[in-house]
């Protein structure tokens, strides 16, 4: 069966942009129990050759911070439990914040490949001097993209795919 590509991060960093872009229409909801927040999108997607499954865990967005680093957590449990590949997607314009690195942790642990993504790079003269700090992390080289104006999306897919 296609290799399983799951995308998490915290709300507003474009995940849901993102996956559009790489999922064209091919996208379909699946519901969990109400309340669980284990919503998942999947799609069907395709690079090169390869094609892949991808899985949005993001569920309901929440706005309350202890629920944000919660539902983050869990997240990452989805992903390490049913991914071969994780894609950890940041945003360079609110910058590297406590969640990312709770988050970071429990995906080095976990052992799976990652693949770190800066989103809303929408320039790299800009934005580029300000992804460097993503490396704290300890996950890898972090992936600068413009979900929104797709850009640096082949270089991440290559990455990904690196991976099956
Ligand atoms: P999610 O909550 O992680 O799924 O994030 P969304 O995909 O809903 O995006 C949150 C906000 O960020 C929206 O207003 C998007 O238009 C915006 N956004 C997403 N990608 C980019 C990007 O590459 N550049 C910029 N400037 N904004 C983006
Ligand atoms: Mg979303």
Redesign the pocket.
């Known amino acids: 069966s296609k290799p399983v590509v799951a995308v998490v991060g915290r709300p507003n960093v474009g ?2 942009t993102l996956f559009n872009v790489l999922a064209g229409e091919r996208i379909s909801i699946v519901k969990d129990t109400p309340g669980v927040t284990r919503d998942r999108i999947y799609a069907d997607a395709s690079w090169l050759d390869r094609t892949f499954t991808l899985i949005d865990t ?1 569920g309901i ?1 929440p706005d309350s911070k202890d629920i944000i680093l919660s539902q983050m957590r869990e997240q990452a449990e989805i992903a390490i439990e049913t991914a071969d590949v994780i894609v950890f997607i940041t945003d360079v314009r609110q910058g590297l914040v406590d969640a990312d690195a709770k988050v970071a942790d429990m995906l080095r642990r976990s052992k799976k490949p990652v693949v770190l993504v800066v989103n809303k790079v929408d320039s790299f003269e800009k934005f580029m001097p300000d992804v460097y700090e993503f490396y704290n992390l300890g996950i890898g080289d972090p992936i600068p993209v413009s979900a929104a104006s797709q850009l640096g999306i082949g270089d991440m897919l290559d990455e990904i795919i690196k991976h099956f």
């Open positions: 995940k849901s993001g967005e």
